[in-house]
């Protein structure tokens, strides 16, 4: 079986030297808690795929039904942002760009480092040729993404969902979209989530919140979280589309991001 996902590996190759220092039995906990050999049975399985149909796969081999409310507000072209909350890491990820993909075809995702391990998606990943180039062609060949008619899609809090005032909910939106939808005319459709992860992962937050841990430690377990919504429901209201032209110089750009922030919450209310 091919070792697309080895802990082991990525740890001793990492630049942290916290991480490199980790002893082996601690190694060997992460690769059971992050369900490693779980998750290379499905890229065996499935990683021949396309991004599409791998998708979609994910989706079946998991039992995962979608219940997309508001499907008739994705618009025909596909010059947008479609932004979505983080509740759960994994999941909502493989439906935004799964329903995305269903409509407009070929995509691209704005997403991190841990996509490369995974090759269906690797080609998916907004400018994701040019990593281990110059910083300034990067960005070039990223502004190259953004002016272009191809569908991005985005979760604008940048990490998933955490317990805030009580209840889950992203931290503060980036800016950058609000950005990138003026400069490069790109008009931005929300989506809702509904649902949350397990409480271990909140309560994991919690607890190292209140030990002043800075490392983000409950992200190991959302991989577990994504086989937790095996067999179940998970519903998603698209919203209407908003013009790039709303984001005037009436408020800053943060302030845009997080009336967006707002409106896509307030599509819940609306189910």
């Known amino acids: ?111 991190n480092d841990v996509f490369l391990l995974i090759p269906p998606l690797k080609p998916t990943i907004a400018a994701i040729n040019v990593f281990g180039t110059s910083q300034r062609e990067y960005y070039r060949e990223l502004d190259k993404v953004y002016n272009s008619e191809l569908p991005i899609t985005h979760f604008p809090a940048g990490i998933v969902s955490r317990i805030v005032n009580g209840k889950v909910m992203d931290g503060p939106w980036h800016k950058s979209m ?34 002043g841990i800075k490392l983000n430690i409950e992200l190991m377990l959302l991989p577990r979280e994504f086989f937790n919504k095996k067999g179940k429901t998970l519903t998603v209201q698209i919203g209407k589309m908003i013009p790039h032209t709303t984001f005037d110089k009436s408020r800053s750009h943060v302030e845009w991001a997080q009336w967006l922030k707002e409106e896509t919450y307030r599509l819940k209310s609306n189910n």
């Not at 409310?69 to 890491?89: I, Q, T």
Request: aromatic fraction near 12%; hydrophobic fraction near 40%; glycine fraction near 6%.
């Open 1 to 111: 079986m091919e070792q697309y996902i080895n802990i082991k590996k990525e740890i001793r190759n990492s630049e942290s030297a916290f991480l490199k220092k980790l002893p082996g039995f601690i190694i060997t906990l992460i690769t059971k808690i992050i369900k490693q050999k779980d998750l290379n049975l499905l890229l065996n399985k499935y990683g021949h795929l396309n991004a599409y149909d791998f998708l979609g796969a994910m989706l079946e081999e998991m039992q995962i039904t979608i219940d997309v409310k508001g499907h008739e507000n994705l618009p025909d072209h596909s010059k947008c942002f479609f932004v979505a909350n983080h509740p759960f890491g994994v999941a909502d990820g493989m439906i935004l760009t799964y329903l995305v993909s269903r409509k407009y075809g070929e995509y691209r995702s704005i997403g």
């Open 178 to 211: 609000i950005t990138k939808s003026v400069s490069c005319q790109r008009n931005i459709v929300p989506l809702h989530f509904q649902g949350k992860n397990s409480q271990l992962f909140y309560s994991i937050y919690r607890i190292r919140k209140l030990l």
